[in-house]
């Protein structure tokens, strides 16, 4: 063929995440086309390139129409997706049964999708033993990664992300809506206590997913941002943002994550009435979606935000206070008589449930000690720190 | 099973398929229920709806409502026999989605056996369509049965403020206060949206054009020649400086028109995406495919964009057209206010670097206390120099210079 394939144009315009219209309109080229539609490549590289366009409409007709027409498995994996972006879990996963595991082509995303799917459910024993014994290519590193940010490794989970990042980037795949390992792995950073790094990711992100211009990578990225931020106002401003354009997206499990964020952030804040009608949403669309570990997360973090006691048990309010007064853990192991690993503990949780990223924010932050010195005057009395 | 708790449960499964992504699957629900004898306007958007209809011409609505195949939909329009009030109004409608308003006027005008208020409220978009937006506020008060209600105050206040009289808009729209979860509300909100962007309130009414997407969505109404939100809620928001927001939306209904082909859609969503990237050749451009008032407004927004950047030749080539072309009042008083500022050879080239820092935090959305304090003035000198800003510009205070400005990515 002396034209280059509609299908190959649509794919390298995806990749390269800055040309959303010509990319969507050689996909449909493709999808027109008969002899695309001959090729499993071909529809798979067309339906792709809809898919992480978020034209999931057309995507939707189109894989329709072509499992009538010659069923496979790369309709069945567009199918899957399809599924999977609107949030129907419980659909995403029998589609992905069907899929025949020894297809070379289609293996690695297959793997990584059910990875996610049983992480998502809690079986994390089940996601391990999906895994390959040896180390393959972007997606079974971004797999890898997945595995060790839930089973509480953010620093193998960190070098996972970034490893996939760089093999994709090396092979021309800059556009996010692809893979967001930038986002996840500005989430790792923050579990490390990195929040320069994470704020650095997440802005990366951000800029490449305003290049590329569809709400879900869009809205996806901003929540990195206001996640990596301090919780110093502008952050919440963020927060909306990005749940108004996933909401555009039609993005349920993207939205319930994020809406649970951002319960916590408003907690950390002290506006925990506005953090109780937010969990109620992100209870609500996680139950839509059937993501039972943030299902857990949610009614968690609702319970404490519920609760008219402060956010940091007494323990926690010491540690951070030490912490700002400028000791080190070992230090603070000693003074409060326990080891340094429950220092740590104590010291994730602070992080966490104050949303901040670790010591320096912490210290930076008055809202501790605000928080203390409510503690120790009136201990157990009902409300929360002034704003 | 009654034949209303049958509809209640085909409507459920059919939201609930749309929800989870299965859009094709829903439309052939409802496809097979309607051939089947229920009640087309429970089963696809269909504002109005006064009644049941063929089903080749609810096939032509849900694909209009899709997006896809526009020469079948238009065939299936124009030679469904007309026998009531339901195949009359659905028929009409596709037409005038698919842009074949010729065609969607002749039927209208030929129309037998059709009930008054039917017949008024088609006449009514019509004629906002040909550009004669007074002929439709006559037809569009003329009253009509509770069903229609809803459907004929949203289209009122959309013809009221094509006619720039946006007091009376307004006075419509509060009277007609929305009925919740009432099927026709995406048309109440969008029509809210265009009043407030007329109004110059673009951040509200972003918020009105989101929640007719989300009401559309829920219908999996994806072509913006049914409503097209995506358009507006571009311009509300390049208006309010998202310009990646405004980016996005416009992308998304530009693609869909294509797809779908009538040219009022492109040109609407190319004048969008022109305003969001400051692209006068792109805004040209759209105005080739608009026509009335949405070509007057196109027409208007290159002059501003050319007059702002220094271009004044080709500012006043456009605003002479558009003075010539006005047919309302609204449109001379501002072709006028245009050529005002073109004797005077203002506009943004003619600000001073204070005058232009303080017109772009204002243009922000900044209040005159936030700039003092940002560029460590005292109030009186921001006032002062705003004062200067409006002047030379030639508007009226902060929203217009939202307008006036160009957009900078």
Redesign the interface.
């Known amino acids: 063929m002396s034209q280059e394939c509609s299908a190959d144009v649509a794919a390298g315009l995806l990749a390269a995440g800055e040309d959303w219209t010509g990319a969507v309109e050689a996909a449909e080229q493709a999808l027109a086309c008969p002899a695309c539609r001959k090729s499993p490549r071909c529809m798979s590289r067309a339906l792709g390139t809809l898919v992480c366009a978020g034209e999931l409409v057309a995507a939707d007709a189109h894989s329709l129409a072509l499992l009538d027409e010659s069923p496979g498995d790369h309709v069945l994996l567009a199918r899957a997706c399809v599924a999977r972006r609107t949030g129907d879990l419980a659909r995403h996963s029998s589609l992905l049964a069907l899929v025949r595991p020894d297809d070379v082509e289609v293996r690695p995303l297959v793997r990584l999708w059910t990875v996610e799917l049983l992480v998502a459910r809690g079986d994390l024993d089940g996601a391990e033993a999906v895994l390959p014994a040896r180390h393959g290519g972007p997606l079974v590193l971004e797999a890898e990664a997945v595995v060790a940010m839930a089973r509480g490794r953010p620093q193998d989970a960190l070098e996972g992300h970034l490893a996939c990042g760089r093999t994709l980037v090396e092979n021309g795949v800059v556009n996010p809506a692809v893979l967001p390992w930038r986002s996840r792995a500005a989430r790792a950073a923050l579990a490390c206590g990195d929040s320069g790094e994470a704020l650095r990711l997440a802005m990366e992100e951000h800029a490449a997913a305003a290049r590329w211009g569809e709400p879900r990578a869009l809205g996806w990225s901003l929540a990195a941002v206001a996640g990596a931020s301090p919780p110093h106002g502008e952050d919440l401003v963020v927060y909306e943002r990005a749940i108004r354009l996933l909401g555009m997206a039609h993005a349920r499990m993207d939205l319930a994550e994020v809406l649970c964020d951002y319960g916590d952030r408003l907690t950390a804040h002290g506006k925990q009435a506005a953090a109780s009608e937010i969990y109620a949403r992100a209870h609500a669309t996680a139950l839509d979606v059937g993501d039972t570990v943030l299902l857990r997360r949610i009614e968690e973090s609702a319970r404490g935000a519920a609760t008219a006691e402060p956010a940091l048990t007494p323990v926690e309010a010491e540690v951070a206070r030490l912490v700002c007064a400028g000791l080190r853990n070992k230090e603070i192991a000693v003074r409060l008589a326990m080891a340094t690993r429950t220092v740590e503990l104590h010291l994730t949780r602070v992080y966490r449930k104050l949303g901040l990223s670790g010591r320096r924010e912490l210290r930076a932050t008055r809202w501790a000690w605000l928080h203390h010195e409510t503690l120790r005057t009136d201990r157990g009395a009902p409300g929360g720190p002034p704003e | 099973m009654t034949n209303s708790g049958l509809l209640d449960e085909l409507r459920r499964t059919r939201f609930e398929l749309v ?7 829903a439309d052939r629900l409802a496809g097979e229920a309607v051939a089947g004898g229920l009640e087309p306007g429970a089963l696809a958007y269909l504002p109005g709806s006064p009644g049941p209809c063929r089903t080749s011409v609810f096939r032509a609505v849900q694909a209009a409502n ?1 997006g ?1 195949g526009r020469a079948e939909a238009v065939a299936s329009a124009r030679h469904a026999e007309q026998v009531d009030d339901g195949t009359f109004w659905q028929a009409v409608t596709v037409l005038i989605h698919a842009g074949e308003n010729a065609l969607a006027h002749r039927r209208w005008t030929a129309a037998t056996g059709v009930s008054r208020d039917v017949h008024d409220l088609l006449g009514g978009r019509i004629m906002v369509l040909r550009g004669d937006p007074r002929a439709a506020v006559r037809l569009l008060t003329r009253g009509v049965r509770p069903r229609l209600r809803v459907v004929a105050a949203a289209w009122l206040v959309q013809a009221l403020t094509e006619a720039g009289e946006l007091d009376r808009a307004r006075a419509v729209l509060e009277s007609a206060r929305p009925v919740a979860e009432h099927p026709d509300s995406a048309e109440l909100h969008f029509a809210r949206g265009r009043l407030l962007l007329a109004e110059g309130r673009s951040a509200v009414a972003l918020d009105e054009f ?1 929640e007719c ?2 009401l559309l ?1 829920a219908w ?1 109404v ?1 072509n913006p020649a049914v409503l097209p939100w995506r358009s507006s809620a571009a311009l509300a928001a390049a208006d309010t400086g998202d310009l ?2 405004a ?2 939306c416009a ?2 209904d ?2 869909a028109a ?2 779908w082909g009538a040219p009022r859609g492109i040109g609407l969503a190319l004048h969008a995406s022109a305003l969001a990237r400051g692209d006068d050749v792109q805004l040209e451009e759209a105005i080739t495919f608009l026509t009335a008032g949405e070509a007057l407004r196109a027409r208007h927004d290159l002059a501003q964009l050319l007059l702002a950047r220094g271009e004044i030749g080709r500012a006043r080539k456009h605003t002479r057209y558009l003075r010539e072309a006005a047919s309302c009042p609204q449109w001379t008083r501002a072709a006028d206010a245009l050529a005002s500022r073109l004797l005077r050879k203002d506009g943004e080239a003619a600000l001073s670097d204070q005058e232009r820092r303080i017109a772009l935090l204002a243009r922000a959305g900044r209040s005159n206390r936030e700039i003092a304090a940002e560029l460590g003035l005292v109030l009186r000198t921001v006032e002062f120099h705003l004062t200067a800003v409006y002047r030379k510009m030639g508007v009226a205070g902060r929203p217009g210079l939202r307008r006036a400005f160009v957009p900078s990515a």
């Open positions: 929800r989870n992504g299965r859009w094709h699957e899709r896809t989101l997407g989300r969505a999996g994806v990646v927001l980016r996005i992308d998304k530009l693609v294509r797809r």
